[in-house]
């Protein structure tokens, strides 16, 4: 099954950075990179939180808020969301978790690995 990749502008205290992100419906959260974190300033909100990942291990992270924008390749349309995501050390490529699918109005086409706003 393709991976559906959402080009994505992440936008901080400190900057705007330009990145493509992993559609990962499986995760509840979004996912960001200490390295991404550090680059773009997302406002820290001062909350450790613990996540149970696929092979039943913990990881522990921060909690944050972020600006997202989302341009649709086909469509053309764009939207743009502040969001909760997740400081994650040893992350090494950022992950759009359901809840910002959802608060985006994303829709996942695994198929053939394409996305549509709803």
């Known amino acids: 099954m393709p991976e559906v990749l959402i080009p994505a502008e992440l936008k901080g205290k400190k900057g705007v950075k330009?990145?493509?992100m992993l559609a990962n419906s499986g995760s509840d959260y979004t996912i960001?990179?200490?390295?991404?974190?550090?680059?773009i300033g997302p406002k820290k909100l001062?909350?450790?939180i613990e996540l149970k990942v696929g092979g039943g291990g913990i990881v522990k992270g921060e909690l944050c808020l972020i600006e997202i924008k989302v341009r649709d390749p086909e469509s053309k349309e764009e939207r743009s969301e502040e969001v909760e995501a997740i400081i994650?050390?040893?992350?090494?490529?950022p992950l759009a978790g359901i809840?910002?699918?959802e608060k985006l109005g994303i829709l996942l086409d695994m198929k053939n690995g394409k996305f549509k706003f709803v």
């Open 18 to 20: 330009e990145i493509i």
């Open 88 to 93: 994650l050390k040893g992350q090494d490529e």
């Open 32 to 39: 960001l990179p200490t390295s991404i974190a550090n680059e």
């Open 46 to 48: 001062g909350r450790k």
């Open 99 to 101: 809840s910002t699918l």
